[in-house]
Structure formats: C-alpha cells, structure tokens
C-alpha cells in the first residue's frame, strides 16, 4: 500500500521561531490535508493543501500561521509560524484516495513541542 | 452543525472478553461513518467505515461496528479482546456525499485498555 512519509518525527523548537513540516506520498493523489492534535484532544483540520494554488483554511486557521505549499501532487509543506507553547501538537498528513473514496490515510505525524 | 459524541474516555476490558467502544454523531442527512485506530507514536489507521448497505460493517483486525439510524449511533465492537488492541479510537463522521473528506468530524477519542 502507499506511504506517506513526515518529516521531522519530532522536534523542540523555542518561542517565536517557525518550523516547515514536509509531507511525501509515493504516488498521486488529489486531496491532501493537514491536522493539528493537541495534546489529549481530538483531530483538527487545519486546511486542505490544493495543487498549485493557495491552500484552503478551515475557521480559526489563516495562511499567516500555517503557511502551506503543495508544487505538485505528491509533496506537501505546512509552516508553524512565529510558535508559541500553545502551538505543541502533533501534526498530521493525510490523504484520501489510497484505500477507498472518503478514507483518510495518515501519515505519522509530527509532535512539536515548544518551549 | 455536525458532531461526534464518544462518551468514554477509557474502556478497560480483558483479555479474551468482547468490548464495545461507543459513538454517536449528529449530521444533515445520511451520514458517512468511520473508525480510526491510533497505536502510540503512530498516525491514525483507518478501521472501517460505514457508508451504505448493511448495517453491520466489518474491518480490520476483526473489528465490526454497527449502523443504527434510529439511535444515531456506531458502536465498535470486538468479540474477543486482545492487549495488542490497547490504543486510542476515534469515531468520524461526514456528510453522505461523495468528495466530502474535507468536512470529517472526530470524536475526541476513546483509550481502549486490554489487560491479561
């Protein structure tokens, strides 16, 4: 079955820096996505990453915050700008179209922590 | 506005027992249905999923769940738990339409804890 591929795994990182996630499929797909889990909590979208144009925000998230790019269809970048301690989560990739229509495939995210 | 309610935050069963993980959800419409699995320092693994047909959905690792439209539920179930089921379950749902991943609500999650 495809892969998805996140990097880094983990990190720690200070206050008000940025950090650039990286997201790789090993083939094509249409709909790409990006999840925060904050820690005990559920999944939240952020935003879907759409192929060649701005990504598109779900409410409480804009581009100035999580930046995203997505050059082609099976890459992803999502940016944690300007971070702050409430910006710890895990973030996940995810996809849809490798095991079945409407069927989220995930990636195995990446835990920020911020100090 | 569509919800998923999971109303245990941990299930403790053991080894060998049936177990049961709960959910209901509110959506306009029919709804799409699913089951996630998350194992620790993993990303989610989709289960199941509900979508049309038969009530009774099986999934992976002998996991089934059961639609019920008059009690808007899903309820995952297992005849025989095994400790390496121990992980944390998500409950999903969405509107009944094609294209409509994008619009996904979980539920807050339900830690399943199998003990010998």
């Known amino acids: 079955s495809a892969v998805i591929s996140q990097k880094p795994s983990r990190d720690i990182c200070q206050r008000g820096t940025s950090l650039t996630i990286q997201c790789q499929v090993d083939?094509?797909?249409?709909?790409m996505f990006w999840y925060r889990q904050q820690p005990g909590q559920s999944l939240t979208l952020i935003a879907t990453a759409n192929q060649g144009s701005e990504a598109t925000y779900e409410s409480g998230f804009v581009i100035d915050k999580f930046p995203i790019s997505r050059p082609n269809l099976t890459f992803s970048t999502l940016t944690v700008s300007n971070m702050s301690p409430e910006d710890s989560s895990i973030y996940l990739c995810?996809?849809?179209?490798?095991?079945?229509?409407?069927?989220?495939?995930f990636g195995a995210g990446s835990r920020l922590t911020v100090l | 506005a569509q919800s998923v309610a999971q109303p245990e935050d941990q299930v403790n069963v053991a080894e060998g027992n049936p177990l049961t993980v709960k959910c209901t959800y509110s959506v306009s419409g029919n709804p799409y249905l699913f089951w996630y699995v998350q194992y620790p320092n993993r990303g989610l693994q989709f289960l199941l999923k509900?979508?049309?047909?038969?009530?009774l959905v099986k999934g992976s690792y002998g996991f089934e769940a059961e639609f019920n439209k008059s009690q808007t539920s899903f309820h995952l179930k297992k005849p025989s738990a095994l400790v390496s089921d121990s992980a944390l379950y998500f409950c999903a749902v969405s509107p009944g339409y094609t294209g409509t991943a994008s619009k996904l609500t979980f539920g807050t999650g339900t830690r399943l804890q199998v003990t010998l």
């Open positions: 995810s996809v849809t179209g490798l095991t079945g229509a409407n069927v989220l495939t």
């Open positions: 083939s094509q797909v249409t709909m």
């Open positions: 509900y979508i049309t047909g038969d009530n």
